[in-house]
């Protein structure tokens, strides 16, 4: 009797151990099909990456957080498009601007996309692009008789920190704004929009769609001055000596993207003029 339970726990025994063989090798070939099914698809789309850390500060229309607290803007809508194409999953941080390149060096980003000008720092990042143009304009209040840039002397103007207005006004370097009393480096664009209008400054400057923004709201009270301060190439900035192929096949798909029409219907969507965005005037 003892021997015949013996002989049947052994069997059960047996049994139990070649069922969790079975289990253990199922699971082992699910994962091999699972890393297999991920080397094919970094082997068809060229790129190892799985995300892709985009840094930029809240800049209506190009970037910026709506109502839900989504990300939304021209430049989201062709990231969106632009990582779907590479097989990647973009991710979007909001950052202080003139901090950027500390977010960079620190690799709590991959890389700056949000109305970043390339022109005249080509040789500071990594690029990819141009994939837009853009002017720099100047706004100012009806109330302060300035009608021209030569108007601007004895005023005082606002700029964002780190941009290529500050750049140009600081420098002196456009002989059509001289003798301005003060220059103003706000960190974000809704400081500099607030000082505009409660009057602590006379005219402010930035990219011509963001601040056609920031007129629409209130027309009575701001026009933009019909001189354009700068014309400059917009771009996706890379840290300096980044070594993968991100950048350049990130390039490659915003190339894709201009000839196929798909950047100027995005920038069409957010009600602009596309041809002054893509280089056509």
């Not at 049947?8 to 091999?32: A, F, H, P, Q």
């Not at 030569?150 to 006004?169: F, W, Y």
């Not at 923004?213 to 009575?220: G, H, L, S």
């Amino acid at each position: 009797m003892r021997g015949d339970i013996f002989k049947k726990t052994c069997e059960y025994i047996l049994v139990l151990m070649m069922v969790c063989i079975l289990l253990l090798t199922g699971c082992s070939e699910s994962n091999d099909t699972d890393e297999d099914d991920m080397i094919k698809a970094e082997e068809s789309s060229g790129i190892s990456a799985v995300s892709l850390v985009i840094g930029s500060d809240n800049y209506e229309p190009y970037n910026y957080i709506d109502e839900s607290g989504e990300n939304v803007g021209i430049d989201v809508d062709i990231a969106k498009e632009a990582c779907r194409r590479l097989g990647i999953t973009p991710v979007f941080k909001q950052i202080t601007w003139d901090r950027k390149d500390s977010f960079l060096d620190s690799k709590e980003i991959d890389c700056l996309w949000g109305s970043f000008t390339m022109s005249g720092r080509t040789d500071d990042y990594r690029w990819a692009g141009p994939y837009m143009y853009s002017r720099q304009v100047i706004v100012v209040r009806k109330d302060r008789g300035i009608n021209s840039f030569a108007d601007l002397k004895g005023k005082r103007i606002a700029v964002q920190s780190t941009s290529k207005p500050e750049h140009i006004i600081l420098s002196g370097e456009d002989d059509r704004i001289q003798g301005v009393s003060a220059v103003y480096s706000m960190s974000t664009m809704s400081e500099l929009y607030a000082s505009l209008r409660k009057g602590y400054i006379d005219a402010a400057a930035g990219h011509e769609v963001a601040i056609k923004r920031f007129v629409d709201t209130n027309p009575q009270q701001f026009i933009i001055l019909d001189e354009i301060l700068y014309k400059s190439e917009l771009g996706v900035a890379f840290k300096k000596g980044r070594s993968d192929d991100v950048p350049d096949m990130l390039n490659d798909i915003l190339k894709q993207m201009i000839d196929d029409g798909t950047i100027k219907k995005i920038a069409e969507s957010y009600g602009i003029n596309a041809d002054i965005f893509m280089g056509d005037d």
